[in-house]
């Protein structure tokens, strides 16, 4: 799963950044930032944050979402704030059979630029937040799914967006193991290679399905780093804090002499 992930504007900018010139990543940040766009040191799907995605029709240039995919059939005001809880995460495997999601799985596949999502270890009946990030320090693209809902009372209009989860790798086995789940879920994390068949190409065969299905798969596990982190949840919670990704340890998960550590 994601519910959690750290993104700070400069990592959402990344394409941006890479494809256009200084001036023009300097108006756009300007403008972006009067939009509501801000640094995520720390945010929660469950708070629908603005969030920079990339799209088929701007490959680099971002487009403002919030993170909740609401369907484009979703009927009023109503019934969007019933579904987006629901949909901060869709399951890769399932997406092209999922009802809310199977136009947006072969048509409207987006990227997300962050630097790295928290996950929670269980252990005795409580729950520790873990840091996840690339071992090189580099941003994580993720796949994503988009659509752009219209409120019909209003003409309001409204990009949203949900995460597409894979299967966990070693790594988040041994930490993401919520008792109420079937197995360990993670962010598809594509590699560079990957980027550009997952949010250019149209699904409109099997084969072509098939295809961007076998980008969803666990992404290496020797490539990720994980730390525990200050508490995400509770009175006790980091907010959007710098801090909120810093190493902090629990002496209760410090290993004693007859116990391997979990990393």
């Known amino acids: 799963m994601c519910y ?28 972006l930032l009067k939009l509501g ?17 990339y799209t088929k029709d701007q490959p680099h240039d971002p487009v403002v979402a919030r993170w909740g995919f609401v369907p484009e059939s979703t009927k009023d005001k109503d019934k969007q704030l019933q579904v987006w809880n629901k949909t901060l995460n869709a399951r890769g495997e399932d997406m092209f059979e999922t ?8 048509a409207k596949r987006c990227l997300i630029c962050i630097d790295g999502f928290f996950e929670h270890y269980h252990l005795k009946g409580k729950t520790y937040p873990y840091y996840i990030h ?21 003409g309001e209009k409204l990009t949203t ?10 790594l988040l086995a041994r930490i993401h193991n919520n008792p109420k789940l079937e197995g360990p879920r993670m962010p598809l994390i594509l590699p560079e290679d990957a980027i ?3 949010f250019t190409e149209n699904v409109e065969s099997e084969a072509e399905k098939e295809k961007i299905l076998g980008l969803v798969k666990p992404y290496t596990a020797t490539e990720l780093k994980a730390h525990t982190v200050r ?25 004693t002499p007859d116990q391997g550590t979990l990393f």
């Open 4 to 31: 959690d992930f750290k993104a700070q504007l400069i990592t959402q900018l990344k394409r941006a950044r890479h494809h256009r010139d200084k001036e023009a990543v300097r108006i756009l940040t300007e403008r």
């Open 37 to 53: 766009v801000k640094d995520l040191h720390h945010t929660t799907g469950f708070d629908h944050p603005a969030v920079l995605i």
């Open 99 to 106: 009802w809310s999601y199977t136009y947006s799985a072969r």
């Open 134 to 154: 690339r071992a090189d320090g580099e941003p994580m693209a993720l796949g994503g799914l988009w659509s752009e809902w219209e409120d019909k009372e209003t």
């Open 161 to 170: 967006f949900s995460i597409v989860t894979a299967r966990g790798n070693d």
């Open 196 to 198: 550009d068949t997952w």
């Open 231 to 255: 508490r995400l949840r509770g009175k006790e919670a980091v907010g959007n804090n710098p801090i909120s990704d810093q190493e902090f340890r629990y002496p209760e998960l410090d290993p």
